[in-house]
């Protein structure tokens, strides 16, 4: 642990090096920040973040698990439901990006579960649980909800994997080294995810002959998969929200969370023209 702490701070190092005479040389801005090394909020802000599970207070360690336990079900639980779309797109070059969506998640959900191998025998059975669990039974509705048109893969990607970067950006910068350090690469591909649903649905509602008919398609969809979003920020005033951000391993509470998801959904869905649905209707985590 000690050697892999002495070459991280040296590869730090070297980057702030480039940066530094890229700025000086060739009058470049290199933008890219190496992740800090000391808890930025809550009860340990300004002391060296946890490395190792074993490190943290028993109440962390648990929270912590459950938490990872419930984000790897969700990367697992996706490729489950996008594996028939890839036969189903409706052009090659959709099959390409259902594709690739996989792959991240497969991706996303393997360094996840490297995570968990580090929380011992009980994280061994997580990470067992979640290779094995299928739908029906996933920890979400909204990963428990196959997918049943075209329309429904757009949505998906377009709110749901949106939750999943509000989840990331909260892990972003977190406590437990290990996973901040694993949020970077995971928030740039969900970016691509939720672009792959927003433009997909723009395209959808822009064709001249279906127009009207496809609208409604989109906001049946819409409609459908909204308040599952919702919920998959978990209940209001949750407790055990509240101890992730006061440990540090999460930046916001849950309705924080959602508060700000909701203003970024408002104004995209304004811009597809399509209607937003009532934040209060067909939930079932209050
Ligand atoms: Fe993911
Ligand atoms: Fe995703």
């Known amino acids: 642990m000690v050697e892999e702490r002495k070459v991280e701070e040296e590869m730090e190092r070297s980057v702030r090096d480039l940066r530094r005479r890229a700025q000086q040389f060739l009058g470049l801005k290199v933008e890219y920040e190496p992740p800090k090394r000391i808890i930025q909020w809550g009860e340990y802000t300004g002391i060296g973040k946890f490395e190792e599970p074993s490190e943290m207070p028993k109440e962390m360690r ?7 336990t419930v984000q790897a079900d969700t990367e697992f639980a ?6 028939d779309t890839i036969f189903t797109a409706p052009t090659p070059s959709d099959r390409v990006k259902v594709a690739r969506i996989m792959v991240d998640e ?20 997580a990470k067992e649980w979640v290779l094995a669990v299928r739908l029906g039974n996933h920890r979400l509705q909204a990963f428990n909800t196959p997918f049943s048109s075209w329309e429904d893969v757009l949505v998906f990607t377009f709110l749901v994997d949106r939750v999943g970067i509000y989840q990331l950006r909260a892990f972003e910068g977190s406590s437990y080294g290990p996973l901040a350090r694993a949020i970077p ?24 002959y ?8 989109a906001q049946k969809a ?35 969370a959602r508060q700000m998801y909701l203003r970024e959904v408002e104004e995209l869905i304004n811009e597809l023209g399509l209607e937003m649905p009532d934040p209060n209707v067909g939930r079932k985590v209050l």
Do not use: C
């Not at 996706?78 to 594996?83: G, R």
């Not at 928030?187 to 649903?197: A, D, I, K, R, T």
């Open 62 to 68: 648990d929270l912590l698990l459950k938490m990872l």
């Open 78 to 83: 996706s490729i489950e439901q996008h594996s």
């Open 106 to 125: 497969m991706r996303h959900g393997w360094q996840i579960t490297q995570l968990l191998d580090q929380f011992g025998p009980e994280g061994r059975k």
């Open 185 to 208: 690469t995971m928030l740039m591909e969900e970016q691509l995810h939720v672009n792959f649903g927003f433009d997909g649905l723009k395209r959808m509602l822009k064709d001249s």
């Open 210 to 217: 279906q127009g009207v008919k496809n609208r409604e398609r």
């Open 222 to 256: 819409l409609n459908k998969w909204f308040p599952m979003a919702l919920d998959m920020f978990g209940k209001t005033g949750s407790k055990s929200s509240e101890m992730a951000v006061r440990y540090g391993i999460k930046r916001w509470k849950n309705e924080e």
